[in-house]
């Protein structure tokens, strides 16, 4: 057994040192020199904790999980960014780099006093783990993937089928499938032999791969018509995840069985979470067919349409706006229907009582549009705009927007 050197420690620490005190007496005031210095701890930050989380690694060991790495480096950076923005010091970009500098020392300074005293025993690891594999791990490994496979057939039903996607049912498998279950089966794909990763890269892996992979489909879908809706994008993870199961499956069946991951209690942790999931369903849908009728009534006003007021070159929704008087102005006023059926609206646009704009007009379930604005700005002062959304045939507004038009 030999100790893991540790004089990539020292060198980070010394790093980290002379930026800490680089940062605080700032002697350039370089933009240049602060990005540089900015990137380097950021890297360094990362690798600190991985230094941290695997002890008994050398560098050459710890480089050789780059991902991990620049997940650990971005996880540090937003939970410094995050700590300064709600406390007094406010969020400034010397103050996160200094921050990251003290921590990434602090850290280092932990792991090399870790690293003095751990040891890693290759050989006897590698026997022990031998010794562990049961002979029934393909049934272990079949089981899990079923259990997978189940997950996503009643993420598709709860999501599809009425009344399970009027219930908050679909909430719990839905976690999962924010968070792990796809990016576990896609790194089962590519990774499929027990010593690709250890435990923790690939759980690690797998859960930032899922919320990147939310991410984009919700990025995807807002530019649809149907917007960004949980349930959409839930059940496009759920499609993802059978198909993965399947690849895993044919894949799986070339691999010996000494080879093939393990996982110890994750058999008993998914059947209790699948069972749960089943009870939770099975109440749920109870509960909404046994629902008193004016329960039933209370819970349409949940299905309300989403309804915001945007500038022409942006996504954002806005409450007052800049404006320079004589300009022509285009606001972006976004519908989507999520009433759970075809609705006819109708919308009056008016400032100071004069009417802007008056129609009327169709839109089917989970349809989007976007109605353009068009006005010109008056003379300098402020004064509100009024946006109403009439639900037809009623005469009450069903919703009301105020944006304040500021003209210079």
């Keep these: 057994m030999k100790q893991t050197s540790s004089k990539d420690l020292m060198l980070i620490f010394l790093l980290a040192s002379i930026t800490a005190l680089f940062t605080s007496i700032g002697p350039l005031n370089s933009f240049i020199i602060d990005i540089s210095l900015f990137i380097m701890i950021i890297v360094l ?5 991985m230094s941290l989380v695997y002890p008994e690694e050398n560098a050459l060991g710890i480089l050789k999980k780059p991902l ?4 650990c480096s971005i996880f540090m950076a937003i939970l410094i960014s995050l700590i300064l923005k709600i406390s007094p010091l406010g969020l400034h970009f010397k103050d996160l780099t200094w921050f990251l500098s003290i921590i990434t020392a602090s850290i280092t300074i932990t792991s090399y006093i870790i690293r003095l005293t751990h040891f890693k025993p290759i050989k006897e690891t590698e026997k022990v783990l031998e010794k562990q594999i049961p002979p029934s ?32 049912a679909w909430m719990l498998p839905g976690s999962l499938f924010v968070c792990l279950i796809p990016g576990y089966l896609f790194f089962e794909l590519m990774f499929p032999r027990n010593d690709d990763l250890e435990l923790i890269e690939r759980f690690a892996l797998s859960s930032g791969s899922s919320l990147i992979l939310t991410s984009i489909i919700g990025l ?3 530019y649809t018509q149907w917007g960004i809706r949980l349930e959409l994008i839930l059940l496009v993870m759920a499609v993802i995840s ?15 069985l000494s080879q093939k991951i393990r996982i110890p209690k994750m058999e008993k942790l998914l059947s209790i979470f699948f069972i749960i999931c089943i009870f939770m369903t099975v109440g749920a849908t109870a509960y909404t067919l046994l629902e ?5 009534m209370k819970d349409e006003k949940t299905n309300l349409t989403s309804f915001y007021v945007t500038e022409s070159n942006s996504n954002t929704s806005v409450n007052s706006i800049n404006l320079v008087s004589g300009r022509d102005s285009i606001l972006n ?11 006819n609206y109708g919308i009056l646009v008016r400032v100071n009582g004069s009417i802007l704009k008056q129609e009327n007009i169709t839109l089917q379930n989970n349809q989007k549009i976007v109605i353009p604005i068009n006005f010109t700005a008056g003379i300098p002062g402020e004064r509100n705009m009024e946006i109403i959304l009439y639900k037809l045939p009623s005469q009450k507004p069903y919703q009301k927007k105020i944006v304040t038009l500021k003209v210079a």
């Design 137 to 168: 791990f393909r049934e272990l490994w079949d089981i899990n993937l079923i259990i997978f496979t189940l997950l996503s057939l009643l993420m598709i039903i709860t999501v599809l089928v009425h009344p399970l996607n009027k219930t908050p």
């Design 68 to 71: 991990l790495i620049v997940m």
């Design 242 to 256: 059978l198909l993965l199961c399947l690849m895993i499956f044919l894949r799986r069946k070339k691999l010996p």
């Design 292 to 296: 008193p009728e004016d329960s039933q």
């Design 220 to 222: 995807i879908f807002n």
């Design 333 to 343: 006023m976004i519908l989507v229907n999520q009433e759970g059926s075809t609705v």
């Design 45 to 49: 930050s990362g690798y600190s904790l």
